[in-house]
């Protein structure tokens, strides 16, 4: 089995200050690491992954993650938020089961940018 | 191609009336997926396919849900008999197959549902 934890539902973060929105995983076996952003009555949009090598992932919109495996943890950053940044992050893990790929998300956090 | 569509966006529907909803894909992806996101949670894997085939419809909620994709391009999500609780969205999301399901999924604005 497989989860995932977004240990902040909300966070609110002032225009142009730094951000860290928190997730840890579990899982018995190795897993592919995502991050999905959701603006308002929109889809899913794909920040960034990790699949492997280097720990340190660089996204899109200036977001960044660090995989940390002894701790089981995917953090999401970005040193200096803004307005439009506003929105909903999904911190997803996915592993090969049966032939596919059994992908399970967070429940996400909601980033509140006070201008 | 614009991206993933879905049609309805939005859906009022009274208890125990069937729905229907419908994907187009991305038109060169071959892999075509079904989610279900709740208020306050992530999205739920329902169901996928590569091209026609239905390769996963274990996590679909109940009998109650059935998906196609008849000609491998477009798809539709058919719930029977709807009860409150099965009000969402539901997101339809696409790619090309490869060894990481998910590596390029597109997904859609997704079909929100809301049965009174």
Known sequence: AQSVTQ??????????????????????????????????????????????????VKGINGFEAEFNKSQTSFHLRKPSVHISDTAEYFCAVSRNSGGYQKVTFGIGTKLQVIP | DTGVSQDPRHKITKRGQNVTFRCDPISEHNRLYWYRQTLGQGPEFLTYFQNEAQLEKSRLLSDRFSAERPKGSFSTLEIQRTEQGDSAMYLCASSLAGEILLTEAFFGQGTRLTVV
């Open chain 1, 7 to 56: 240990l902040d539902s909300q966070v609110p973060v002032f225009e142009e200050a730094p951000v860290e929105l928190r997730c840890n995983y579990s899982s018995s076996v190795s897993v592919y690491l995502f991050w999905y952003v959701q603006y308002p009555n929109q889809g899913l949009q794909l920040l960034l992954k990790y699949l492997s090598g280097s720990t340190l």
